[in-house]
């Protein structure tokens, strides 16, 4: 695990009630789940990796709100299939751009059987911060998958 999601694990442990705090709780259970999942996500998409696609569900919702410098905005959904086939297309490209990511001050707050986590996305490639909202949450054999991305980007 990295120094980065240990900290997280830490940090979100300290911000969870005592009931998911306690060694088996749902609530820390889910959390470490998705933790997991981010870990994996950054990993793959540092890595330029297709397979990161692979980690969305069949029935994800994606949004995307892309702000123009003429403050025009224009909010985007796509849906999943379409999604992790845009995603296994870009990352040549991605990575002949070395069109990479950093995401800062993420938060993972439990919701049921799910996950939501938000950070702050920093573009290298495009110097912007952004945020950027997921739902994880278990499929119905138990693996851990994006269920919703909700994005913000500028051209």
Not at 83 to 93: G, N, T
Request: with cysteine.
């Amino acid at each position: 695990m990295s120094i980065f999601v240990s900290f997280m694990v830490f940090a979100v442990a300290m911000a969870l009630p005592a009931s998911a705090q306690a060694p088996g709780g749902a609530g820390a259970r889910a959390v470490q789940s998705a933790m997991r999942l981010f870990d994996r996500y950054v990993a793959l998409e540092k890595a330029f990796d297709a397979t990161l696609a692979d980690l969305y569900s069949d029935d994800a919702i994606i949004t995307n709100k892309r702000t123009y410098s003429t403050g025009e905005v224009r909010e985007l959904r796509l849906l999943a299939p379409q999604y992790k086939a845009l995603i296994r297309q870009a990352m040549p490209m991605a990575k002949q751009q070395q069109d990479t990511n950093r995401y800062s001050d993420c938060v993972f707050k439990p919701a049921g059987n799910r996950v939501e986590i938000t950070c702050e996305r920093f573009s290298e490639r495009k110097r912007y911060t952004s945020p950027i909202r997921l739902v994880v949450g278990p499929d119905a054999t138990g693996e851990w998958l994006i269920r919703e991305e909700h994005s913000e980007s500028v051209p």
